[in-house]
């Protein structure tokens, strides 16, 4: 069955967690540690929701915070378009 993208949100997201660390000098700085893109999601929190869970699965920790400091949440244009057609989406 063929469906439309009006049927599937329009927005993908990526969430990219990291770590704060400190160098020798006492200066703070953020290192990406991984990040999880979310292709179809109702709303921006079921796509947090989602990549929080992803991550935490990935590495085999019971929660996000047990490996990362923190996360950033970023919204893309969906590849496919506004009017685009596609097969069996994920």
């Known amino acids: 069955m063929n469906h439309t993208s009006t049927d599937f949100p329009s927005t993908s997201y990526r969430v990219i967690f990291f770590r704060d660390l400190v160098n020798e000098r006492g200066e703070r700085y953020r290192v990406s540690i991984d990040n999880v893109e979310i292709a179809h999601a109702r709303s921006r929190e079921r796509a947090r929701e989602a990549a929080l869970r992803r991550f935490a699965r990935r590495h085999h920790v ?29």
């Not at 244009?77 to 596609?86: D, F, I």
């Open 62 to 90: 019971k929660s996000w915070d047990h490996l990362a400091d923190g996360y950033e949440e970023h919204e893309m244009p969906h590849p496919w378009g506004r009017n685009a057609v596609t097969a069996n989406p994920l």
